[in-house]
Structure formats: structure tokens, C-alpha cells
């Protein structure tokens, strides 16, 4: 059983510093409405991840897919053989995925201060939406979801290439909120995070008008067996040395 457990105020690394990106963000995506989905449900990358996913869970997985947007094909192909919950800032995006993935769980939070409980989760699946995060989440983000993770469980995202934090005018037509942290870092984040990496792929795709968009990647998993940290140092032998 998945229960959410929400957090108040700003998860960052700093804070105090609030980030004027979920603002944006929120308010950007839900006046684009169907127009992303539009856009962007045809890209077979993500369908490709999506298969590699799909490939992997047993059936009856439980999975939370992270700013699940209008839920398709994503959330709404994980729902079919999953228990999913999809998490988005932006209410406009919900309820266009309450129609597209009918069969998954929606909540509406902002992931930089929303949670779960520990080992709650078989999957956790971040399709394009961490390039919306504010670059001081990005470290918190992965290291709670990686908490969030069965023994055992997958996780997948794809995740900006370049650092950085800033406002595009005009991104479908909207100010839209961008950050990131790079792809060393966001790799040190994921096995800072307690995870092991299995792949980190730079992949290029089309935005249309001619211009191209690449992404990281990245799939880990959280190990079966943790390394064992011995609490005590090992007893002392008859003259206080080590026995
Ligand atoms: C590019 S869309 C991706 C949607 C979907 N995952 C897909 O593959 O089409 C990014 C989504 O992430 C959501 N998002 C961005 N930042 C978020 C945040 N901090 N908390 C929750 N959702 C967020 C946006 O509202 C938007 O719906």
C-alpha cells in the first residue's frame, strides 16, 4: 500500500532560497494544458525507456512515476500492469492525465518537498521532468527517491546534460522554468544516493523547428544487500590489541 508522506516547505540543500521555478513551472504547464501532450507523445525514446521498464517490473509492480504530466503513454502504459502513482505540480497536466491513464493514482505536489515511505516502491520512473527541478533539489530529489526504493527496485530518468538555472520566454508559448545540475553530477548524485548505476546514455531528439534536445539517461537500482558497516570495531585481543 502506498501512503504518501508530504513534507512542508522547501526541500533544497539551501534553506531559505526559494526558488521562483515550481511557480513557473506550475503555472507554465497549466496554461500549455493538451498542447505538451500534443507535442511530445509521439518520442520514441521515451517509448523505448518505457519498454525497458515495462520488461523489468513483475506483474503487479508498484511504481511512482515523478511529474507524471497529462500520463501518456507513460503513466498510462505503467497502469495498465501496475500499481502507479503519478506526481505533478500542475493541476491543468492531472486532469488531463485522469482521462489519458485512468487506471493510475494522481497526486498533486511539488517533488521537492514530497515523499514517500521507505521502501514503498518497486519503480520510480522520472520521464523529462527533472530538467524543471531547481539545481539544489536535484541531489535531495534523487537521494529521497532512491529512499523510496524496495531492495532490489529500478530507477529511471532522464536528466538534463548541462548546469545551470534559468527562464526560457516562450517555451510552447509560455515562460518556462529550467535546472539542472550536469551529467557528473547528477551521476555522483545517483550513487551518492545509495544506488547502483547500470547505464547513463546521452540521447539526441528532435523538438521540431529543426532544433534537437539531448537528455542522460540514466537507469540504477538500489542493492539487494547494503554494504555492511560493522558498528563496533571487532573485540580486542588479550593484550588490547586487535585479536
Ligand atoms: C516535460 S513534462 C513531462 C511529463 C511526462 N512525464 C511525459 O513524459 O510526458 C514535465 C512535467 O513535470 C512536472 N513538474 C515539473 N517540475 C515539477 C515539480 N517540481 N513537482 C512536480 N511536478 C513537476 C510538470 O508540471 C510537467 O507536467
Not at 540514466?218 to 544487500?225: G, Q, R, S
Request: proline fraction near 9%.
Amino acid at each position: 500500500m502506498l501512503s504518501v508522506v508530504q513534507a512542508t516547505g522547501h526541500g533544497g540543500e539551501s534553506p531559505g532560497a526559494e526558488s521562483p521555478g515550481p511557480a513557473t513551472v506550475r503555472e507554465g504547464y497549466d496554461a500549455i494544458g493538451i498542447r505538451y501532450h500534443e507535442w511530445s507523445h509521439r518520442s520514441p525514446t521515451r517509448l523505448g525507456f518505457l519498454d525497458e521498464v515495462l520488461r523489468r517490473l513483475a506483474p503487479g509492480s508498484t511504481v511512482v512515476d515523478l511529474g507524471c504530466g497529462p500520463g501518456d503513454p507513460a503513466t498510462r502504459m505503467l497502469a495498465e500492469h501496475h500499481t502507479v502513482l503519478g506526481v505533478d505540480l500542475s493541476m491543468e497536466q492531472l486532469r488531463i492525465a485522469r482521462r489519458l491513464a485512468p487506471g493510475a493514482l494522481l497526486v498533486q505536489a511539488d517533488l521537492v518537498d514530497f515523499s514517500l515511505s521507505a521502501g514503498s516502491v518497486d519503480a520510480v520512473v522520472s520521464f523529462y521532468a527533472l530538467g524543471h527541478v531547481p539545481p539544489e533539489d536535484h541531489r535531495p530529489l534523487l537521494r529521497r527517491a532512491a529512499a523510496w526504493l524496495r531492495p532490489g527496485g529500478l530507477f529511471l530518468t532522464s536528466a538534463p546534460l548541462t548546469p545551470g538555472a534559468g527562464v526560457e520566454e516562450g517555451w510552447l508559448g509560455v515562460p518556462m522554468f529550467f535546472g539542472g545540475i550536469g551529467r557528473d553530477a547528477t551521476l555522483t548524485a545517483v550513487t551518492d544516493a545509495g544506488l547502483t548505476l547500470e547505464s547513463a546514455r546521452e540521447v539526441e531528439e528532435e523538438e521540431g523547428n529543426g532544433r534537437t534536445v539531448g537528455f542522460l539517461w540514466v537507469t540504477a537500482t538500489k542493492p539487494i544487500h547494503p554494504a555492511v558497516i560493522p558498528a563496533v570495531p571487532p573485540a580486542a585481543g588479550p593484550h588490547g590489541a586487535r585479536g
